[in-house]
């Protein structure tokens, strides 16, 4: 990790007696490019909003690299003191399958910009419902579904100190050409404080993917974010959305509408491509039987069970994938 400047993220100075932040960037493995002119003057495209921020698609004028920088709306972000060591934490994190952390920007009013790759191919989200062709591949459903789970398994096993994702879903995964995915947004209702953190959390359950046990954004756990990777599973083998429509508080299955009218009458073919079984297999592509696909929902299933104590660990979901793939 590197600093431009002399003073600590987020570090208070007083001016005229009042208590004024500095202006600061924090640099980490593969930002050594970042600098706060080139950050502050890059051309930005916005392509995402939200109540705590905004997404921008940024061209660095220095090196010519387009990066992904996140914006923080500084009334919704956490203490200082917390928001650091946070900040620190995150931009440590290296793995294939995870969104690396660059570089951190703190402004003088307060203002916080996080620093990323841009990933050309975007989303799994858009992958899914922009009808490719590719999205109906078993071995393309399983190259991305074995790497979110290998993303996810780092963040609850390969640590020194668990991280909770806390908002997992198709949009926070992004692809390369190859189609191997990366998981963005981990930890980031860390720095988010209780209040935005929680809008986060409504914004989850709105789209399909809170675990039924979850009330408060502070309650997540690495079993929320395996029932969040669950509808993942789901949402790759079915290319639908996993909307939950009219939802009652007594309904015990906590599946999106039509996952649970499927399984309830036991039409689980309706749950995925009709063409997943004979999708455009190449001669040196394994084909994939109807019992591999039955398995792997079956894990789906089991990752979203009403029970968090019934739902798999990271490591059983990755041991029963790699048995499906075998």
């Known amino acids: 990790m590197a600093k431009n400047g002399n003073h600590d993220v987020e570090s208070p100075e007083q001016r005229n007696g009042e208590e ?15 600098t706060i002119v080139d950050i502050l003057d890059a051309p930005g495209e916005v392509i995402g909003k939200s109540n705590y921020g905004t997404l921008y698609k940024a061209l660095l004028q220095r090196s010519n690299c387009v990066r992904l920088l996140r914006f923080l709306r500084p009334v919704c ?15 440590c994190i290296r793995h294939p399958n995870l969104v690396p952390l660059l570089g951190f920007y703190a402004g003088s009013r307060g203002e916080k910009l996080l620093v990323h790759p841009f990933f050309r191919r975007g989303n799994l989200a858009q992958f899914i419902r922009d009808g490719n062709a590719d999205s109906h591949k078993w071995t393309i459903i399983y190259r991305i579904s074995i790497g979110i789970a290998k993303g996810l398994d ?27 995915p ?33 009330i408060k954004m502070k309650d997540a756990s690495e079993q929320t974010d395996i029932y969040s990777f669950g509808i993942i599973l789901l949402e790759l083998i079915s290319g639908k959305e996993p909307i939950n429509e009219n939802p009652t508080p007594d309904d015990d299955f906590h599946l999106p509408t039509y996952m649970r009218n ?12 009709p063409g997943i079984l004979v999708s455009n297999q190449s001669d040196n592509e394994k084909l994939v039987t109807e019992e591999c696909v039955l ?9 979203c069970s009403p029970s968090p104590s019934l739902r798999p660990n990271i490591k059983q979901v990755l041991w029963k994938l790699e048995e499906i793939g075998r």
Do not use: W
């Open 77 to 91: 972000t956490a203490r200082a003191k917390d928001f650091g060591q946070v900040i620190e934490l995150l931009g």
């Open 262 to 273: 499927a399984v309830l009458d036991r039409r689980i073919t309706d749950l995925y491509h």
């Open 20 to 34: 004024t932040e500095t202006e600061d960037l924090v640099i980490f493995q593969g930002g050594q490019d970042l």
């Open 154 to 180: 780092y963040l609850h096993t390969g640590l020194q100190k668990p991280i909770v994702h806390g908002n997992l879903k198709s949009k926070n995964i992004l692809l390369d050409g190859s189609h191997l």
């Open 182 to 214: 990366f998981i963005s947004d981990f930890g980031l209702h860390l720095l988010l404080n209780p209040t935005a953190a929680q809008e986060m959390l409504e914004a989850s359950a709105a789209d399909g993917y809170k675990a039924p046990e979850l």
């Open 295 to 303: 398995k792997f929902f079956q894990l789906a299933m089991a990752c």
